[in-house]
């Protein structure tokens, strides 16, 4: 099956290669738009994974309905993750697509066609890129550039994360953001960043990303040190192994 979803995220990032003029739909709250892509690259990967595993629950991010029953195998997509970046030629946008099993992440591909770099994981065999295994940094904060994401869509979550970017900013070396979390994750577990964190974001965000995450060494929970919800989404904080539990302990203060 892990074949069949590389071959999967690669077919469907090639969409975004092709993109000429995108239309594009406001959806709700500040710059948070759909394109005509968007939808074209989930049908395909919809049709695609109904026949790779037809037991299986789906679970997009243009449903309509985001509920989704997580008691058996769930395929978790994110057609375009990286919109904004999609829509301005930033060149910088993927394809993922996660398996839960019971609830847990067991299978994550995320592809970025720009770059030609498909990351993978299977629960307990590693993390790749491009077939080469990945792991995390294990630089502490104090040597770490980390990567954020400010949940633009949702204005209410700005204070909180400015404080916690202000917070880590000054414990750490520089800061980065790239506008698709799937993304940032899987930058997080290649050493290439060594923390990401976003206060707002929904399953398909990082279902998979996640999972590769952790199977490259690095620990992913909510700010307060919760587990990842798979189901309503929320807030990410993601690191390698030494500068993880500075950046929780920073994030729980600011949530005080
Ligand atoms: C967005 C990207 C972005 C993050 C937003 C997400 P989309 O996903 O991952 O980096 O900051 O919170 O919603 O809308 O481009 O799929
Ligand atoms: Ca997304
Ligand atoms: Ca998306």
Request: with cysteine.
């Amino acid at each position: 099956m892990l074949e069949q979803l590389k071959a999967l995220a690669k077919e469907a990032g090639k969409i975004f290669l092709e993109a000429v003029s995108a239309e594009v739909t406001a959806k709700e709250g500040v710059g948070n738009f759909v394109t005509d892509y968007d939808i074209r690259v989930q049908e395909l990967i919809y049709s695609r994974l109904k026949q790779i595993h037809p037991d299986a629950v789906l679970m997009g991010e243009e449903d309509e309905d985001h509920t989704a029953d997580l008691s058996g195998d769930c395929f978790i997509v994110d057609p375009l993750d990286g919109t904004q970046n999609f829509i301005n030629g930033y060149r910088h946008s993927a394809v993922s697509i996660g398996m839960t099993r019971a609830g847990e992440p067991v299978l994550g591909v995320v592809y970025n066609p720009y770059m030609d770099e498909l990351f993978w994981a299977e629960k307990g065999k590693g993390a790749y890129c491009n077939g080469k295994p990945i792991h995390t940094s294990a630089a502490p904060l104090s040597e770490s550039v980390l990567l954020f994401g400010c949940s633009s869509y949702n204005r209410e979550q700005t204070e909180l994360t400015f404080r916690l970017l202000r917070q880590l900013f000054d414990q750490a070396l520089d800061l980065r953001s790239s506008g698709s979390a799937a993304l940032d994750l899987c930058y997080v577990a290649s050493g290439r960043v060594n923390l990401f964190f976003e206060y707002q974001l929904s399953p398909w965000d990082y279902c998979a990303g996640s999972l590769i995450l952790t199977e490259a060494g690095g620990f992913a929970s909510q700010w307060n040190g919760g587990k990842l919800d798979l189901e309503q989404g929320g807030s990410v904080l993601a690191a390698g192994p030494n500068a993880y539990a500075a950046a929780l302990q920073t994030a729980c203060a600011v949530l005080a």
